[in-house]
């Protein structure tokens, strides 16, 4: 098997995923998913009445909900521009890692429109990147999915990554 008995991913995102298309390939995916992994998505609603905050507060408020969302023996991985860029192959290599050393649940995040406040760069045991170009939010998800897919199609040798 290639991960210890109960582990599980969680994928936690800042806001809701509103648009149809978006969500239907998350959907794909997550499904896809669920046959090598215990996979959950959980999604932090937006923050309300935002308008007088600055982008310094909203990071913090939203790091506040991320660091709730986390238990003390997570392996958590940012979703960060600054992150490690990998291949899809590397990215697999990476999660097999963390999937062998020690059987933590892994929590990836994607953050709010600002990034992550200090408190969740703290907190973060490691952070990738999944390209240099920026992409929405919403759609970040079903991208980063793709690839989780990928990496356990990877690991298990399924032709479904070509290289």
Known sequence: MLYLHGMRITLLTVGRTDKGWIRDGLEIYMSRLSHYIPFSLVEIPELKNVSALSQAQIKEREGDL???NVK???????LDERGVMRSSVEFASFLQGKMTSGGKDIVFVIGGAYGFSEAVYSRANSKISLSKMTFSHQMVRTIFAEQLYRAFTIMKGEPYHHE
Request: glycine fraction near 0%.
């Open 72 to 78: 003390a023996s997570d392996d958590l991985v940012l």
């Open 66 to 68: 991320i660091l709730k």
